[in-house]
C-alpha cells in the first residue's frame, strides 16, 4: 500500500503560469482533501469531495480548482499563478466509516516568482 | 478570531521533560479532537484523538479535552528527542461535516538531549 501520493514534489512557476497538481490514494477512501501550509498558519483547507465527480469548496478556494473523475484521484489545478500560492501543499484522504483520521500525503512544495 | 488558536512557540525542552501543549477553540460543535503530529517535511500524521471531553492516554501521551472551557491539551511524559516536531491540534464537528478539520497553527517542539 502507497497510502496517498502526491506529484509532483516540487515545482517553480512563474507568475501566469498554470499547472496541476495530482494526488492518488490507493486506500479506497471516499473523502478527499487539499490543504496548504504556509508558516505560522496551520493547514487550511482549499477544496474537498466527498466522493467520486463531486467537490466542494473549503476554507481559501479562490484561484484554484479541482476534479474528482475518478475515485482515487483527486486534481488540484492552478489556472494562473500568483506568488500568494506560494505554499506547501498537501492532499488527505479518509474513510467512511466513523473515525475522522485523515491521510497526508508528502506534500508538494510550489515555489510562485 | 481564527476557530482554533495554538500557540506556535517554539518550545524547547531537555530529554525527559514533561510537555504540555495546548489550544483552544470557539465552535461548540466540535466533538471530535485530533492531534497531529508533522515532522520535518513531512506529511502530518494521527497521532491521536479524543472524542467529546475527558482524558486518553497512549503510552507517554495524553490528551485531555474540557468541552466548557473549550480547551484542548496535549502531554507529552518523558519527552524523547525523537519526539521533535510540530503538533497540530485539529478538532472536528463530525456529523454532516463531511470529516472536515479546522487546525491550529502548531506548535514547534524540539526536545534536545
Known amino acids: 500500500n502507497a497510502g496517498v501520493t502526491q506529484t509532483p514534489k516540487f515545482r517553480v512557476l512563474k507568475t501566469g503560469q498554470s499547472m496541476t497538481l495530482l494526488c492518488a490514494q490507493d486506500?479506497?477512501?471516499?473523502?478527499m482533501y487539499w490543504y496548504r501550509q504556509d508558516p505560522g498558519m496551520g493547514l487550511r483547507l482549499i477544496h474537498y469531495?466527498?466522493?467520486?465527480?463531486?467537490?466542494a469548496k473549503g476554507e481559501v478556494p479562490d484561484g484554484y480548482n479541482v476534479s474528482r473523475l475518478k475515485k482515487q484521484n483527486f486534481l488540484l489545478g492552478l489556472e494562473s499563478a500568483a506568488p500568494s500560492q506560494t505554499s506547501v501543499y498537501f492532499c488527505?484522504?479518509?474513510?467512511?466509516?466513523?473515525?475522522?483520521?485523515?491521510?497526508f500525503g508528502p506534500g508538494t512544495r510550489l515555489t510562485v516568482l | 478570531q481564527k476557530e482554533v488558536e495554538q500557540d506556535p512557540g517554539p518550545l524547547s525542552v531537555p530529554e525527559g521533560a514533561i510537555v504540555s501543549l495546548n489550544c483552544t477553540y470557539s465552535?461548540?460543535?466540535?466533538?471530535?479532537f485530533m492531534w497531529y503530529r508533522q515532522y520535518s517535511r513531512k506529511g502530518p500524521e494521527l497521532l491521536m484523538y479524543?472524542?467529546?471531553?475527558g482524558n486518553k492516554e497512549d503510552g507517554r501521551f495524553t490528551a485531555q479535552v474540557d468541552k466548557s472551557s473549550k480547551y484542548i491539551s496535549l502531554f507529552i511524559r518523558d519527552s524523547q528527542p525523537s519526539d521533535s516536531a510540530t503538533y497540530l491540534c485539529a478538532p472536528n464537528a463530525g456529523g454532516t461535516s463531511y470529516g472536515k478539520l479546522t487546525f491550529g497553527q502548531g506548535t514547534i517542539l524540539t526536545v534536545h538531549p
Open positions: 488527505a484522504s479518509r474513510g467512511s466509516g466513523r473515525s475522522n483520521e485523515q491521510f
Open positions: 469531495s466527498v466522493g467520486e465527480g463531486t467537490t
Open positions: 465552535n461548540s460543535a466540535f466533538q471530535y
Open positions: 479524543t472524542y467529546s471531553s
Open positions: 486506500m479506497n477512501h471516499e473523502y
